[in-house]
């Protein structure tokens, strides 16, 4: 089972790179829909597609 990881980094900011965050088992994302997240204290919505490809916002 994949799971689907985040990178946390900010790319304006200039400080070390913080660790990718374990979000959910990409098994879990239905094709079309999406799911929600906090991550570094910030909400986030992630999207699968038929594609098989993943967009946050």
Known sequence: MS???ISTDDPTKTT????PQAICPLDDIVPETGVCALVAGKQIAIF???DDELYAI
């Open 3 to 5: 799971s689907m990881t």
């Open 48 to 50: 699968l597609t038929l």
């Open 16 to 19: 070390a790179s913080s660790t």
